[in-house]
């Protein structure tokens, strides 16, 4: 018998985007914010005094949550920080799933999911994902914790909160419904207010995307009050840093920067789907800040565009492998993008 | 059946130590480090450029393992960064411990062990802590992951390297050792030359105490290198962020001030002990940056020290329902504290 859990030693590891170090490459593999955090963020950074590190955080975070509360137009006691989005996922895992209570989701979704099953060693159910029937799927699986990332990623789909409410409806009493909102930023609207009507609601929202923090990881959820209680129990008292909730507060109340940010990528991403067509590729609708687009040479194009500077993102995996998810960059970018592609285009 | 693990439904939270909002309290009770962090470290936020957290952070911190890794006369390999030293302590407790693995260690000591393997569901077998005969009895149980505290709290004890030594080779090829080193900076060595002996080691550090960054959440493993691949595989690949990463770098490649805090602290250690036993209480040799002050009415002295403004640590457990432990703070802070005391025992 080796050290390690037998689901750990047979875990692929998650392989995360590609974070080169050097400068000058245009990255659009991580569907970070090209616009960065908000300069209020940054005037909270440098007014910190250091010193104050030497103190342990506030156990949960506050003055991030009052701000977020506010925000999203609940209570309080509807939000708890973590160290970025993962980590709510991770504490969704640790808190609901084990040997005898399952996890559903549909793919493809966040490849996370799939790791985060197979640390805990739960059962994990995968229904096929189609914006028209996953909500149906998944309602009758009813997991013990069902997972839909929404708007999806890498699909760029979104469902509606009517039929997510329905979902979480029939989910109600049987299992926890965790939707992942890390894009919603992009989206025509959130789930938030549906934890004040269900028992079983976590919605996991992030600082990487619409307010540029991804180096930052700070994320939250808003969730059902009964739930809090529960969720801190499996949370570390400390687990976001000082520093972290004086950025991320600064960040989120700065709500006119970040609807000026999100307002500029949805532009940048409506001009990259329509010229991305003009030049052959499949483009569904995207409501987050990438577009999956869609070209039998999806793998060519993506090496090509790799040797060129400009790295987005291919997955080797099925369903994806004709297809490039490319985050949407400044115009500066996008431009570069669009001229590298007019050039390896026809040489395929 | 409720929405939570059932494990999960029975724990009851950990209670960490008190973080009163008003700062003109003198706060003894939590073990920070009264004087802060080194000028570099504060350096290294001032220089940081906000908007460098758009991107995501280097996946495994490469910047900090490589200073750690020099430090501590290891290689890079043997060295794993986490949110926090309580962020190694999860990951080994969801690498190594499951309903059929189990876990050892020796009591009183941190009592977030008690935490994680609750959360785990995996079974906690706890033996009494003697310093003369605590490696003994973990080596009889062999469990799949054993953690010894060293310097042990609350007791403050501290156990020589050579004997672990001797529990690492009689555990290795059965289970995991995890030394805790949190309070190492004040003790006279540390174990970590012995992960390049055995394949079964973890020693946890943190950035908390030596180095005064208790706000920053940044802890690191110096472990087996074969260990590496599979803590990582359970760590999430972006689990501290680029600031902290910046900050941390900064504060342990500075080990000029590191060397000289320490010194300072540990003198103050000696001043309180002399002073405690002449005010009557029992007080141990110390290896760590707190006194455990034993007297037969602590709990009434814990009251009274708060009403005073003086915050100390006060445990309602067994074994220690007679004592203090009491944080090293500055001269004025210790000086602050006796005075309190001598008002506080004539009046018992």
Redesign the interface.
Known sequence: MG???EN??N?E??V??Y?P?ESDVI?LN?N??????SPK??EA??N?D??????????SADKFRKIAAEVNGVGIDNIICT??G??LL?LAF??????K?NVCWASPTYSLYD?LAG?Q?CSALRVTYQPDEAVQKIAEISA?LSILCNPNAPTADFITPDRISMLAARLEGL??LLIDEAYVDFAPTSCAAIVKEFD?IIVLRSM?KGY???????GYGIVSEN?L??L???R?????????VE?ASAAIADQNYFRKTVGKIKEQREMLRVELVKLGFEVNKSHTNFVLAQHPEAKQIYKKLFDAGIIVRYFDLDGLRDKLRITVGTNRQNNKLLDSLSTILPSL
Do not use: C, H, M
């Not at 250091?50 to 156990?59: E, F, G, I, S």
């Not at 540029?212 to 700070?218: N, S």
């Not at 570390?236 to 972290?244: E, G, T």
């Open positions: 050290y390690f859990r750990i030693e875990l590891a998650y995360p985007g974070q170090a990255k991580t970070e914010n090209a616009f960065g955090p963020a940054g950074l440098k910190f250091p010193n104050q590190l030497r103190k342990y955080p506030q156990p160290n970025g993962d980590e991770t640790r808190a609901f799933t084990d040997e209570r790791e640390i060693g013990s299992g926890i079983n990487s540029g923090l991804a180096g930052l990881r700070f739930l209680e529960g801190n129990k499996v570390d008292s400390y687990n976001v840093n000082r520093l972290s950025i």
